[in-house]
Every structure is written in structure tokens, then in C-alpha cells.
């Protein structure tokens, strides 16, 4: 296979790791937890993973551990870091006992039902070492969520003498690990799961879970193109340029992106849906500060926008909310109605209110809102062109205050989805790093008997060296909410704050943002050189923990 010369020396790259577990270590049980929400419908569901103490790591006595054999699954949407995650989890049991194996089920939870792995030894490992995607084995979005999976799955990890497996994924994946972790706990079959947070999107966290692995990368990666843009954008001085950046439920990415190149606008979805503002509002802003700018004859500029604004804007929620449970209940008869039909059908079959915000949708926004649903039975927002429909809208403002002697300037508009360009990146030193860690801690929560824990490392702001490696047990995270029509337990999401430090810092600065052209050019990531320059984390979670 050819390599990049930044292959060949990245692969050569020693992840740092916490000083905690570096040797010997202990397990420090701390309080017992509850969940986030909904305490008793948890507990009730999961008696027998609920309630369980954090767990922190420290430097203990070294004592003989019986080999083990291991089994992992890359779960959902890649991210940076999932190979030192999986090469951490090697090491860490391969530093307990060498005769521990590690097998790796391919293309997600699908090949543990369907009996589909391989051993990953070191000559593969070694491969993979430092580098992006999650190509080692695979990844797959099948739920795990039946008894018949859960059975089929047992039966190859008894067969493979698996004791433990590891689920590296995003909240959906970790509240699958859960469940899968108390049935295995409730049968009596002495399997452990493990989990590990994973997602470019940035909604999983708390106060345990610093950030989900990836999210690094991907800003980083998001804001060297922006950053190429808006010189380009500086240069020409006749485009606005409309960003569309993914982050269906949160605007974690499009906020940290904000802050590493201060563009002229950037919507963030959470305060959308707090000011209760409609899609006319969020058009009549990003039109003025374009307004505002052709008065100082600047016609340029750039706008960033969350892939899943739409869900945001209160009415279009109440609309996708509706539309959601409606076609999950008529999917049959709705697969029946001519193409030429479907809008018609829809609006005489929702609600008032709802029919009325569907009716006054252009006609292709309309059709993506009731294509194929995702694997939870969602509209896909992804597929919402939110980027062209804000700029047309913009446009034809525009058009109207023109005729009215209100606006002075041109506009032309450019488009742009960063999506998948950021979710394979080769990691980051921070991502290298917190994840080859990430998969370390999970080995030893495996050693130490643990299920039903997400693997946990924080103070990820300072030296590695002070990283405090250790559990939380998964079902603190956990909140009732309506899945498929139905109530069901999952890990709660965590939006942006707007009472947090980076939402804070990114209000403080966008009036001058707006006007001035303030750009800021972040470039490549570094990997080699000042740690200044090559080890910093994101503004978010320097802003959070007041660095």
C-alpha cells in the first residue's frame, strides 16, 4: 500500500497518556449517580446498571490479570481518533496480560448479530496507528435493540470467549451499550459493555464527558476551509459565501467554528429556538447585516449555518415534530400516494397550524421533509438544502428593499455543505491523544470488572500528564424522550448553553464581526512543531473551563 509522506511519519507518532495510567493502577469508586432525568422510569428499566458509583483511576500496586479477550464495534458516522481509540484499547489489554486478544466486529453492531469479525493484531493495528476514519473494520447504524440480537450476539461472543465489548459511538450507540449491558447483566451471561463517546457533533457531553472524540478535528478541519474561503472571499469582494456545517441536534460545530475565524454571521439554532424566532426572522437578520455592509461598499462576506436549523425554528419544529409521528404511523399508506399527490395528502392530514407552516414552503423544502427517514425514524435535515433556501430568501428580501431605496448593494451568493471532508481527518494531536487514552481507560474499566460505563477522560485542557482518566456509568446520562411515537430511554443531548462561555464570548463579538471584516485564518492542523501551535484544544472547551 502507498503512503503519504505524512502517513509514514504520523504513524510514527506516540500518543500521550494520562500519568495515571502509566502503570499499575487502581479503580476509586466515587458517589453513587442517578440519571439526568426521568430517575425512576430509568431505574426501573435498567435495575440492575443504574445507581452505579463514577470511577477515577489512580496509580495503584501491580497484580497478575488472566488474559482476556475483547471485542470492539465502531458504531454511527465516523470521527477522528477512532483507530487510537481501538489501538488504546490494544495496548491497555495487551499491558495487563499479553496473551489478550482483540477482535473487532465488522461494519458496526450489524457483524456482532450476524457473526461477521476478525482479530485485530498488532501487525493491523500498527497499520492504523494515528490515522483517520474508521476503515480498520468498518462502521454500521444497526440498532441494537431486540432479544433476538442481543441472543445472537451472545452466542458468537460465547464462542470467541469475549468477555467484555467495547461500543465506540455517538449517544444513540452508548444508549444501545446500556441496554445491551443490562441484558447481559440481567441474564446472568457475564459479558461487559463498555462505552466510548464518539461524534463530530459535539452533543455528547456533561460534566463527566468533556467532549465526544472528533469534535477537534472536524472544527479544525471546518475552519482551515472557512478560513480559505473568506481570503478568497476578501480577495474578490463580490460573494456571500453560505456555509452550511454539520450538527443535526446541536450548533456545537458551527459556534466553535465562529470562534476560530470570526465570520460575518454565524446562526446558532439553540437561540433561534430560545428568541422564538420564525424563518422570515432569521432571513430579516443575516439580510441586514448584509445591508449594513453595502453601505460601507463592502458586498461580501460570509454566513455559517447548522445543518439542523430548521428543527430549530419553533414552527418547523411543531411541523417536523408532527410530521415525524404521522408518518411513522402511516408509512405504508403514504409509500402508496403519487409523487404529484404527496404535498396535498400531508396537508390534509396534519394539524391546522402545522398544515398551514407546510403549505408555505417552497416546494422542494416541502419534499425533503417527508423523504426517507433516518434509522430512528427522523426527517433527514441533512438533506435540507437550509444554505441555498436562506439565500434565496435573502435574495428576494433583498429585491423588495431595493425597490424601496433600502439596500445599495449587490448580492450574489456561493454555497457550501462541510460535512463529511471533516469526519475521517488524520487526528489531531489532541484527538490522538484523548482517544488512544479513551480506549486505555476502557481497558482498564474492563479489568476492573465494570459494565455498563462510558469511558471517561477529563481536565483535557491541561498537560496530558494531569488527564484524569476513569467511568460514568452510562444511565447518568440518560432522559425519557419520544422515539418512533413511542417513550424511550436515551442519553440526553447536550445542546448549546447560551448562558455558557463560548456562546458568551461568540454574542460579545458579533456586532464588530458583522460589520468589520475581522477574519481570522486558522490553516491546516500542525502536527509537528510548538505544542502552542500543534497541541491546542478547541475554543469551546477552553472557554468552558475558563482558560
Known amino acids: 500500500m502507498t503512503k503519504s509522506a505524512l502517513q509514514i511519519a504520523r504513524a510514527a507518532y506516540q500518543p500521550k497518556l494520562p500519568k495515571a495510567l502509566k502503570g499499575a493502577v487502581k479503580a476509586v469508586a466515587g458517589a453513587p449517580t442517578q440519571s439526568v432525568a426521568d430517575q425512576d422510569e430509568i431505574k426501573k428499566l435498567f435495575?440492575?446498571?443504574?445507581?452505579?458509583?463514577?470511577?477515577?483511576?489512580?496509580?495503584?500496586?501491580?497484580?497478575?490479570?488472566?488474559?482476556?479477550?475483547v471485542g470492539v464495534i465502531l458504531s454511527g458516522?465516523?470521527?477522528?481518533?477512532?483507530?487510537?481509540?481501538?489501538?488504546?484499547?490494544?495496548?491497555?489489554?495487551?499491558?495487563?496480560?499479553?496473551?489478550?486478544?482483540?477482535?473487532?466486529?465488522?461494519?458496526?453492531?450489524?457483524?456482532?448479530?450476524?457473526h461477521n469479525y476478525m482479530e485485530l493484531t498488532a501487525p493491523i493495528i500498527d497499520e492504523y496507528r494515528n490515522t483517520g476514519g474508521f476503515d480498520i473494520i468498518g462502521s454500521g447504524r444497526t440498532k441494537l435493540e431486540a432479544v433476538e440480537q442481543f441472543e445472537k450476539g451472545y452466542e458468537i461472543l460465547k464462542k470467541l470467549d469475549i468477555k467484555a465489548l467495547v461500543i465506540i459511538g455517538g449517544d444513540d450507540s452508548n444508549t444501545n451499550a446500556c441496554v445491551l449491558a443490562e441484558y447481559y447483566a440481567a441474564k446472568n451471561y457475564g459479558v461487559q459493555v463498555v462505552g466510548c463517546p464518539k461524534t463530530i457533533d459535539g452533543d455528547l457531553k456533561n460534566e463527566m464527558i468533556e467532549t465526544s472524540f472528533g469534535?477537534?478535528?472536524?472544527?479544525?478541519?471546518?475552519?482551515?476551509?472557512?478560513?480559505?474561503?473568506?481570503?478568497?472571499?476578501?480577495?474578490?469582494?463580490k460573494y456571500w459565501h453560505f456555509i452550511k456545517l454539520m450538527g443535526r441536534s446541536a450548533s456545537h460545530i458551527a459556534l466553535e467554528c465562529a470562534l476560530q475565524v470570526q465570520p460575518n454571521v454565524c446562526i446558532v439554532s439553540?437561540?433561534?429556538?430560545?428568541?422564538?424566532?420564525?424563518?422570515?426572522?432569521v432571513v430579516t437578520y443575516i439580510a441586514q447585516i448584509v445591508a449594513e455592509r453595502a453601505k460601507?461598499?463592502?458586498?461580501?462576506?460570509?454566513?455559517?449555518?447548522?445543518?439542523?436549523?430548521?428543527?430549530?425554528?419553533?414552527?418547523?419544529?411543531?411541523?417536523?415534530?408532527?410530521?415525524?409521528?404521522?408518518?411513522?404511523?402511516?408509512?405504508?399508506?403514504?409509500?402508496?400516494?403519487?409523487?404529484?399527490?404527496?404535498?396535498?395528502?400531508?396537508?390534509?392530514?396534519?394539524?391546522?397550524?402545522?398544515?398551514?407552516?407546510?403549505?408555505?414552503?417552497?416546494?422542494?423544502?416541502?419534499?425533503?421533509?417527508?423523504?426517507?427517514?433516518?434509522?430512528?425514524?427522523?426527517?433527514?435535515v441533512s438533506l435540507i438544502e437550509t444554505e441555498k433556501l436562506l439565500s434565496e430568501m435573502v435574495a428576494t428580501k433583498l429585491a423588495t428593499w431595493k425597490a424601496e431605496g433600502k439596500f445599495v448593494g449587490k448580492f450574489a451568493a456561493q454555497h457550501h455543505f462541510f460535512g463529511y471532508e471533516g469526519r475521517c481527518a488524520a487526528p489531531s494531536n489532541y484527538d490522538a491523544d484523548y482517544c488512544y487514552s479513551l480506549g486505555y481507560t476502557a481497558a482498564n474499566l474492563i479489568a476492573d470488572g465494570?459494565?455498563?460505563?462510558?469511558?471517561?477522560?477529563?481536565?483535557?485542557?491541561?498537560?496530558?500528564?494531569?488527564w484524569i482518566a476513569?467511568?460514568?456509568?452510562?444511565?447518568?446520562?440518560?432522559?425519557?424522550?419520544?422515539?418512533?411515537?413511542?417513550?424511550?430511554?436515551?442519553?440526553?443531548?447536550?445542546?448549546?448553553?447560551?448562558?455558557?462561555?463560548?456562546?458568551?464570548?461568540f454574542a460579545e463579538n458579533r456586532e464588530q464581526w458583522a460589520k468589520c471584516t475581522d477574519f481570522v485564518y486558522p490553516g491546516p492542523i500542525q502536527y509537528f512543531g510548538p505544542s502552542a501551535v500543534c497541541d491546542q484544544p478547541t475554543k469551546t472547551l477552553l472557554l468552558e473551563q475558563g482558560k
Open 470 to 505: 476513569g467511568g460514568v456509568p452510562i444511565t447518568m446520562m440518560m432522559n425519557m424522550e419520544r422515539r418512533h411515537g413511542e417513550m424511550k430511554p436515551v442519553i440526553q443531548k447536550a445542546l448549546v448553553r447560551l448562558d455558557g462561555a463560548p456562546f458568551r464570548t
Open 215 to 237: 469534535f477537534d478535528t472536524a472544527c479544525k478541519v471546518y475552519s482551515e476551509v472557512i478560513g480559505n474561503i473568506q481570503r478568497d472571499c476578501n480577495s474578490a469582494r
Open 450 to 466: 465494570k459494565t455498563g460505563y462510558m469511558s471517561s477522560v477529563r481536565n483535557t485542557t491541561s498537560p496530558a500528564e494531569e
Open 270 to 281: 439553540e437561540e433561534v429556538e430560545a428568541k422564538d424566532m420564525s424563518l422570515d426572522d
Open 47 to 69: 435495575p440492575n446498571t443504574y445507581g452505579m458509583p463514577l470511577i477515577t483511576f489512580e496509580p495503584g500496586d501491580a497484580v497478575e490479570l488472566p488474559a482476556m479477550n
Open 77 to 114: 458516522g465516523q470521527a477522528p481518533g477512532g483507530h487510537n481509540v481501538i489501538s488504546g484499547i490494544f495496548d491497555g489489554i495487551k499491558s495487563l496480560n499479553a496473551d489478550s486478544k482483540l477482535y473487532g466486529f465488522i461494519l458496526g453492531p450489524g457483524g456482532l448479530v450476524d
Open 296 to 380: 460601507d461598499g463592502n458586498n461580501f462576506g460570509t454566513v455559517l449555518i447548522p445543518e439542523g436549523l430548521v428543527e430549530f425554528i419553533p414552527a418547523m419544529k411543531s411541523l417536523i415534530s408532527e410530521l415525524n409521528d404521522f408518518l411513522a404511523a402511516n408509512a405504508e399508506e403514504f409509500s402508496h400516494i403519487k409523487k404529484s399527490h404527496q404535498r396535498d395528502y400531508i396537508i390534509s392530514k396534519l394539524s391546522p397550524a402545522n398544515a398551514a407552516v407546510y403549505a408555505s414552503l417552497p416546494e422542494g423544502v416541502a419534499r425533503q421533509l417527508t423523504l426517507d427517514r433516518d434509522p430512528h425514524g427522523n426527517v433527514q
